[in-house]
């Protein structure tokens, strides 16, 4: 089968990984595989280096004459069975080329559990054959909005089974966290619906039982002024560090004692993923997909969001046991075994080419 990705986005977010893990999967398979990604972007720089198959594109925005011409006529040179588009701004894109080139079918991805906003949004949802929902939450909030439910098909988002990088002691240290200090990790874009705000309420209060505690926050975003504000107005100091984006990213995740998500709207959260493949042990908020990888007293503990005092107890109580903390992360390595691989990712997606096909 020959297969278009299509991603706009500049940056290095889950979404972007996802993207390459599919391409690259279905690349190992056999299949001829095309991406069409922003000119200069992360997913291009990463794309290139796997050996992939690549067209950069100057996407700007939901209407982009230069990448609609371009995509017009990569479908017309490649002439793609399926052309996939991994969001909304690709989505857009890929719709207003299609009269430009023979026609393929139109697969959507939707990766956040956010309402759909205004009628071209529904819309363009709706001219898709098909529309991948990262997890049942997402399916949820688009059956809300109006989309068919025989569109609609849940493919779980996935990520490699690999061992963990090393490393992470050493990255901990140089972050100023001492040796042997039990670690409270989180791993996201410092954005609105991450909620890294109510985390830090909550290691305020988690300070206040247990000052040996440490949090790092893995991540860039808007949000980092404000978060940074709040930081110093708690008086969270050296025990709190932002750490920003990291390339040993994987490296401090195997190396944390808790991994954390206190996100209050949430697809599903491929780092969540990550955390769950190395055994660590969750604690993370009921939001959107959040509970179809966590299940409270298994493999974590789930609490409301936006709720600081429970995600603090939450966290009091896996730190406050070793044992448990270890149930608990081999617990999660077996869910992520059985649910959240990026071969079945792959594999899901195929099934959905294969009913257009």
């Not at 909030?141 to 493919?155: E, K, S």
């Not at 670690?183 to 705000?197: I, P, R, S, T, Y």
């Not at 974590?300 to 270890?326: K, M, S």
Request: net charge positive.
């Amino acid at each position: 089968m020959k297969v278009l990705h299509v991603d706009s986005a500049r940056g290095w977010r889950g979404g972007q990984n996802q993207v390459l893990l599919s391409a690259r999967g279905m690349a190992r398979r056999g299949h001829q595989v095309v991406l069409a990604c922003q000119r200069g972007g992360a997913l291009e720089q990463r794309a290139r280096a796997a050996g992939l198959d690549v067209c950069a594109l100057r996407f700007q925005g939901d209407l982009s004459p230069l990448a609609v011409a371009g995509l017009g006529a990569l479908v017309r040179r490649e002439r793609p069975q399926v052309v996939q588009a991994h969001d909304p701004h690709a989505l857009s894109c890929a719709i207003l080329a299609r009269p430009l080139g023979p026609r393929a079918a139109l697969v959507a991805t939707r990766r956040v559990d956010f309402a759909l906003r205004g009628r071209w949004s529904r819309w363009k949802y709706a001219r898709a054959a098909r529309v991948i929902a990262v997890s049942a939450a997402v399916r949820a909030v688009m059956l809300r909005d109006g989309l068919p439910d025989g569109a609609l098909r849940l493919v779980y988002e996935g990520v490699p089974d690999r061992a963990p990088a090393p490393g992470g002691g050493a990255a901990l240290r140089a972050l100023g966290v001492p040796e042997g200090a039990p670690v409270v990790g989180n791993v996201a874009a410092l954005a609105g619906h991450k909620d890294q705000a109510t985390l830090l309420r909550a290691a305020r209060q988690v300070l206040d039982r247990r000052p040996d505690v440490h949090f790092v926050i893995v991540g860039d975003g808007p949000l980092r002024a404000p978060l940074l504000a709040l930081h110093r107005e708690l008086g969270l100091g050296p025990a709190c560090v932002f750490a920003g984006f990291r390339p040993d990213v994987e490296a401090l995740l195997a190396a944390f004692d808790v991994f954390c998500l206190s996100s209050h709207m949430e697809g599903l959260g491929t780092s969540l993923l990550d955390a769950m493949a190395f055994g660590r042990p969750i604690v993370a908020t009921a939001a959107g997909g959040i509970p179809e990888a966590v299940e409270d007293g298994v493999n974590g503990r789930v609490v409301p969001p936006r709720d600081p005092a429970a995600l603090a107890a939450a966290l009091l109580d896996v730190l406050g046991d070793g044992d448990r903390r270890a149930a608990l992360g081999r617990a999660g390595r077996r869910r992520f075994e059985e649910r959240f691989t990026d071969e079945r990712m792959v594999e899901g997606t195929l099934r959905v080419y294969e009913e257009l096909a």
